[in-house]
C-alpha cells in the first residue's frame, strides 16, 4: 500500500494482536542480539568488493519501519553506487574536512578524536562499494508547493539511522556514519528538494582484508543502565 499524507484525517484504529513468544525463546534471542551487535564496530577501510544492493535495500526497508514524530517519516535515503557521484561526496567532504581540522573544530574536539585515529582524509567514501546518504526532511513539501511542519525530525531521523546501522551489521555488512561539518553540499551533488537537510553519509561494504579499528572499550551495562 502507498503510502499518503494523513494530515487532519481522523484517527482509525487497527487490532494488534502479535503472538507473544515464550520467555525461553526470549531470553534466548535477547542474549544472542546482544552477542551479535558487541561485536559491531564502525569501519574506516572498506574492500572495494560489492556487496548484495538487495541487502542494503532491505536494510534501508528496515530503517523507514523506525518510531517518527506524528507518523510524519521525515526522512529520506539515498542510496549512491555510481563512482563519480562518490568521488564527488569525497572531494566535497574532504574539502570541510581540511577546515576543520585546520582549527574549526576546536583542541577540546580534536583532542577526543585523536584516539580515533581520524583525520581530513576519507578514502571510505570511495573505497566502499556504496554510500547511504541519509536526509531529514524539514518540512512535508506537497507537489504544488504546499508545506507542512514535520515534528521531532532530528530524534526520528536519529532513531532510523540507529535501526539501519543494525541491520546492515547483522546482515554481514560493516558501515561508519561521517558527518562532514557543514553538510549543506551533499544536497547539491545529490540535486535534493529544498525540504531535506543531510543528516549523515553512510559508507556500506565489507571490511578490507587489514582492516584495523581503534582499540576502544566500550561502557559496561552496570555504566550505562540506571534502575528505579
Not at 572498506?46 to 534501508?60: G, H, K, N, T, Y
Not at 569525497?90 to 585546520?102: F, G, L
Amino acid at each position: 500500500m502507498q503510502w499518503t499524507p494523513t494530515h487532519g484525517e481522523p484517527y482509525r484504529a487497527v487490532p494488534y494482536r502479535p503472538e507473544r513468544m515464550p520467555v525461553e525463546e526470549s531470553l534466548a534471542r535477547a542474549a544472542e542480539l546482544r552477542e551479535r551487535m558487541g561485536r559491531r564496530r564502525t569501519v574506516r577501510q572498506f574492500s572495494p568488493d560489492p556487496v548484495p544492493e538487495q541487502v542494503v535495500r532491505d536494510a534501508i526497508a528496515c530503517a523507514a519501519t523506525a518510531p517518527s514524530g506524528a507518523h510524519q517519516q521525515p526522512w529520506t535515503f539515498v542510496l549512491v553506487k555510481d563512482p563519480a557521484v562518490r568521488r564527488a561526496v569525497r572531494a566535497a567532504a574532504e574539502e570541510e574536512e581540511r577546515r576543520s581540522y585546520a582549527g574549526r573544530l576546536g583542541e577540546e574536539w580534536l583532542a577526543a578524536l585523536r584516539p580515533l585515529g581520524t583525520d581530513e582524509v576519507k578514502p571510505h567514501l570511495t573505497d566502499a562499494p556504496a554510500l547511504v546518504v541519509v536526509f531529514q526532511q524539514r518540512y512535508w513539501l506537497g507537489p504544488d508547493g504546499e508545506r507542512r511542519k514535520h515534528y521531532y525530525v532530528d530524534e526520528s531521523v536519529g532513531i532510523a539511522v540507529g535501526m539501519l546501522l543494525s541491520a546492515l551489521h547483522l546482515s554481514g555488512l560493516a558501515a561508519l556514519v561521517h558527518t562532514p561539518s557543514p553538510m549543506r553540499f551533499l544536497a547539491e551533488v545529490l540535486g535534493r528538494p529544498a525540504n531535506e537537510k543531510a543528516f549523515a553519509v553512510i559508507p556500506v561494504g565489507y571490511p578490507a582484508p587489514d582492516c584495523r579499528v581503534p582499540d576502544l572499550v566500550r561502557k559496561s551495562l552496570g555504566q550505562v543502565l540506571v534502575e528505579v
